[in-house]
């Protein structure tokens, strides 16, 4: 394994110094005292997305603060039990997937206590703040707003370690698996509706990553620096998690530290959960990169792909390190109708392995052998199911591939699949998130112990059986396709399948390569050199260093960019796999 220039903590510098982050609690209730009113009555709203920690927001600005009555939004909400049953025709009995919905922040509000409280607000002759998710439905025009606000992989940090309840539950003690999938369905659906309004008026931007080292930005700053990555390459910063099939490459490829017992997943490119860090001077302020996507979709994503997906950043790309570890889950993905009447997805799931590495014995499970008995194919996994001590015979029935270094597998929804064991997977994908059947988990435990679901009856019900060994050769592995070429460099096509919205070209270099957004957002990765600098043929943004195995992303609004090898890559050979939408 090659040593490591991963940067773990990329960041899109904003055009304003240090001194326009603000730093601590003490500072921070400064500026918020300086800009409130001088004359009272008046109102400071601190609108939170849910999993921001209230208790230490209150406890530490209460005394920054001029003396104020305080009010937390969840005490306005309906008791627990009600919110419980509000969501709990969304969320079905299933202990991984629901049905999403139209929820919103409202919805969770006692009515009566709410006007009680819009009409005292009338009465105050001081200050009153309102504090927590919904702070701006209790005031819709306060004097003062400040937006608290937190990404979706700390929230779920959070939730592991059971600090957090969901939404207006009192459910702290529940498995941290059923709060994410509640979260995913119900609580970040409607905060993020309730974002949508209340985030471009903020006057303040409150990180609340780091309670400890809470920071400030002006809600001016906080838009510059998301016009500012708007129109340049980026990268959001990356999530590296273990998991029972974890392995040992990333852990040296990107220089992880050795506290966990592996790692997983890397999650890359996922705008909906991953962060994005803006840059002021030094100090570095986190915000959730799906900000980005809700403030400027039409500049990131280009309009024929806004079109099609709203506010939704529709390509995923992660890391699946199964080097010095074990098989992925035996899957299949829902089709598109299944996923639409199921769960109220508009898109599913397809997506693809490109094998970034691999060891000498790697394959791919990937479609059914020639001949295979699809019904006693479900007989054997259901009997798997019932009795460990019958463990599923998967290669009876799944076609393994050989897997090497740079081969592409196109995995449309529908297929069944799953990369062995020595494999380095960069999975590229659409973003419909956590709707993966899985068949068979090889009789192991998840990371607590328990075994992970299986999801039988979604996955007969979509498993394509025609999908055979011949069919899957020809289609679905390495269907590589010479596209153009020049001076140092030539593209190739390698996917993904026609019945996938998502585009893959590869370029190798050892120049300069022109590339053209072609008005749609795209995603790239460098799978082979050291590194690679990105360039704008006018000058419109700063050169873009990317090392080895970092994921970026160009907006549609850039247009023109290049990209040579740099550094310690000069003189060899590089390589890109760039993904877009077709439209």
């Known amino acids: 394994m090659r040593s490591s220039n991963y940067d773990k903590y990329p960041f899109v510098p904003v055009a304003a110094g240090a001194d326009a982050c603000h730093l601590g609690w003490a500072a921070i209730?400064?500026?918020?005292?300086?800009?409130?009113?001088?004359?009272?009555?008046?109102?400071?709203?601190?609108?939170?997305?849910?999993?921001?920690d209230l208790a230490r927001l209150r406890q530490e600005l209460e005394p920054a603060l001029p003396p104020a009555r305080w009010v937390v939004a969840d005490a306005l909400y309906r008791?627990?039990?009600?919110?419980?049953?509000?969501?709990?025709?969304?969320?079905?009995?299933?202990?991984?997937?629901?049905?999403?919905?139209?929820?919103?922040?409202?919805?969770?509000?006692?009515?009566?206590?709410?006007?009680?409280?819009?009409?005292?607000?009338?009465?105050?002759?001081?200050?009153?703040?309102?504090?927590?998710?919904?702070?701006?439905?209790?005031?819709?025009?306060?004097?003062?707003?400040?937006?608290?606000?937190?990404?979706?992989?700390?929230?779920?940090?959070?939730?592991?370690?059971?600090?957090?309840?969901?939404?207006?539950?009192?459910?702290?003690?529940?498995?941290?698996?059923?709060?994410?999938?509640?979260?995913?369905?119900?609580?970040?659906?409607?905060?993020?509706?309730?974002?949508?309004?209340?985030?471009?008026?903020?006057?303040?931007?409150?990180?609340?990553?780091?309670?400890?080292?809470?920071?400030?930005?002006?809600?001016?700053?906080?838009?510059?620096?998301?016009?500012?990555?708007?129109?340049?390459?980026f990268r959001v910063v990356p999530f590296f998690d273990p998991g029972p099939w974890g392995g040992q490459w990333m852990r040296a490829v990107c220089d992880l530290p050795d506290g966990p017992a592996n790692y997983a997943w890397c999650f890359d490119c996922v705008p909906e959960e991953n962060s994005l860090l803006l840059g002021f001077g030094a100090a570095r302020v986190e915000i959730p990169s799906i900000d980005l996507v809700f403030a400027h979709p039409r500049e990131l994503l280009g309009e024929a792909v806004h079109a099609r997906f709203g506010t939704e950043f529709p390509i995923r790309f992660d890391l699946l390190d199964t080097v010095g570890g074990g098989n992925l889950s035996l899957q299949v993905h829902p089709l598109t109708e299944y996923a639409f009447d199921h769960f109220g997805l508009p898109y599913t799931q397809d997506e693809s392995y490109y094998m970034l590495d691999a060891e000498p014995d790697a394959t791919v499970y990937l479609g059914l052998k020639?001949?295979?008995?699809?019904?006693?194919?479900?007989?054997?996994?259901?009997?798997?199911?019932?009795?460990?001590?019958?463990?599923?015979?998967?290669?009876?029935?799944?076609?393994?591939?050989?897997?090497?270094?740079?081969?592409?597998?196109?995995?449309?929804?529908?297929?069944i699949h799953c990369s062995g064991a020595g494999s380095?997977?960069?999975?590229?994908?659409?973003?419909?998130?956590?709707?993966?059947?899985?068949?068979?988990?090889?009789?192991?435990?998840g990371l607590d112990g328990r075994p992970r679901p299986i999801h039988l009856t979604h996955g007969a019900a979509n498993i394509q059986p025609e999908r055979t060994t011949a069919w899957v050769a020809q289609h679905l592995v390495n269907a590589v396709e010479?596209?153009?070429?020049?001076?140092?460099?030539?593209?190739?096509?390698?996917?993904?399948?026609?019945?996938?919205?998502?585009?893959?070209?590869?370029?190798?270099?050892?120049?300069?390569?022109?590339?053209?957004?072609?008005?749609?957002?795209?995603?790239?990765?460098?799978?082979?050199?050291?590194?690679?600098?990105?360039?704008?043929?006018?000058?419109?943004?700063?050169?873009?260093v990317v090392h080895y195995a970092e994921t970026f992303i160009v907006p549609a609004a850039v247009g023109e960019y290049i990209i040579r090898p740099h550094g310690l890559a000069e003189g060899t050979e590089c390589a890109t796999l760039k993904a877009y939408v077709r439209t």
Request: proline content about 8%; glycine content about 8%; overall charge negative.
């Open 29 to 52: 209730g400064a500026v918020l005292q300086a800009a409130l009113p001088t004359a009272a009555p008046a109102v400071l709203a601190i609108e939170c997305y849910p999993g921001t």
């Open 424 to 445: 380095m997977v960069l999975e590229i994908s659409a973003t419909p998130f956590i709707f993966t059947f899985k068949l068979w988990d090889w009789n192991r435990l």
């Open 482 to 544: 010479p596209v153009a070429q020049g001076a140092g460099w030539r593209e190739e096509r390698t996917g993904l399948h026609e019945r996938e919205f998502i585009e893959t070209r590869r370029h190798w270099f050892t120049g300069p390569v022109p590339h053209h957004t072609g008005g749609g957002v795209n995603v790239l990765n460098l799978v082979q050199g050291a590194e690679a600098v990105v360039e704008s043929p006018t000058g419109a943004f700063a050169p873009f």
């Open 370 to 415: 020639e001949g295979a008995d699809y019904q006693a194919l479900l007989t054997d996994l259901e009997l798997a199911q019932q009795d460990p001590a019958k463990p599923f015979p998967a290669e009876r029935y799944a076609q393994q591939f050989p897997a090497r270094k740079h081969d592409h597998f196109l995995i449309p929804a529908g297929t």
């Open 79 to 233: 008791p627990p039990a009600e919110i419980d049953a509000l969501v709990a025709g969304p969320l079905t009995d299933d202990p991984v997937f629901g049905r999403l919905n139209g929820l919103t922040v409202a919805d969770f509000f006692d009515p009566a206590k709410l006007q009680a409280a819009q009409q005292q607000l009338k009465d105050d002759t001081g200050l009153v703040v309102l504090l927590g998710t919904g702070a701006t439905l209790v005031c819709p025009k306060p004097d003062l707003l400040v937006y608290a606000d937190l990404a979706r992989w700390e929230i779920q940090l959070r939730q592991r370690r059971g600090e957090i309840a969901n939404l207006g539950s009192e459910n702290f003690s529940e498995k941290a698996s059923l709060k994410y999938k509640r979260a995913f369905f119900v609580d970040w659906r409607a905060a993020d509706r309730l974002k949508k309004q209340a985030l471009p008026r903020a006057d303040f931007l409150l990180d609340a990553h780091a309670p400890a080292q809470p920071k400030l930005i002006t809600g001016a700053d906080l838009r510059a620096g998301l016009a500012a990555a708007a129109r340049r390459p």
